[in-house]
């Protein structure tokens, strides 16, 4: 397998941009660094006709898109991080990142969004697929036409891509329902909050959770399963509206706008054992503060940031990624906040 400068850039312990500066011995670069980097390169037996490829690229001034299906939200917003960390490093190439928003779950608009980023001569697309069949025809059609799409933080049943970066949503799910078993000591009711269903990822990890439950005959009892809007009045309306209809439930899992989630949940008024997706500075907070027993970290930066280098790698080196790239989920107590 070749040697990409991002390969050399690991071993460095510095940018991509950096080793390109050292290889091509331009632009404002530490000579220690240059040398240190011209060393690895060489031990790592870089071939210097990568560099040339890397020139021509610089020269056609090639755009990577990233397709996303909503306008904002608080994971995307991290996802959003990682997408400009990656931009950041890969800009002396000449490769930029475009992102487009669509309207929250909206197949046709994410179509239309598509076509957008295809008429703009996009050279790979990164998706946040939403399950429709107009959206799996577009992307069967992009796969026979040769652009690469790569799936990030979600993915389509049956439906293969390139690449695809993700969490591992089945476990995700039953990784909920080991944690809300062992707070709970195995008693009590419980309701689920999640995102839009329209995204086969949040089913799955639904399903992965119940299933769980059922498999282990506990004496848990799943009163719930609320679907949640996008925008964080809502998700709060929602989530108190169902709290205070149920008064029985004492379990919740909640993947949402954590703070919208989280204020609900203390607004109740009682006692509820709260695991939650992501570990935002709302999440943070609320361990801090007791008011959440446990978040689970998704690593949505780092999502977008892989996302963006699987394409940057085949556009410079023609590296072939792996098919799927499963993102750990870390389970995160008060404890484990310094």
Known sequence: MSVTLKDIALVAGVSVGTVDRALNNRGRINAEVAERVRTIAKQMNYRTNTVAKSLAIRNKNLTIAVVLHVQQNEFFGEVEDGLR??????????????????????????????????????????????EHPDITSKITQLKQE?????????????????????????????????????????????????????????????????????????????????ELPNDSFGTYRITLEQLREYAQVDNVVFCGNTEAGVRAIEECGRKINTVVYDFSPAAKSALLENHIDVALQQSPAEQGYRAVMILFDYLTSKKIPASEILVENKIIFKECID
């Open 146 to 226: 040769g652009l690469p799409v790569v799936f990030l933080a979600a993915l389509l049943d049956n439906v293969s891509c390139f690449s695809a970066v993700h969490c591992d949503y089945p476990r995700s799910g039953r990784i909920a329902a080991r944690l809300i078993d062992m707070i709970s000591g195995g008693h009590g009711s419980v309701m689920i909050f999640s995102p839009s269903f329209t995204m086969f990822g949040h089913r799955q990890r639904v399903e992965s959770f119940v299933k769980y439950i059922a498999d282990k005959k506990s004496e848990l009892h799943l009163i719930k399963i609320v």
């Open 85 to 130: 960390r990656a931009q950041n490093e890969i800009r002396d190439f000449g490769i930029t990142v475009k992102v487009y928003h669509c309207r929250d779950f909206d197949p046709a608009d994410q179509l239309a969004q598509i076509n957008n980023a295809v008429e703009d001569g996009a050279a790979g697309l990164i998706l946040v697929p939403i």
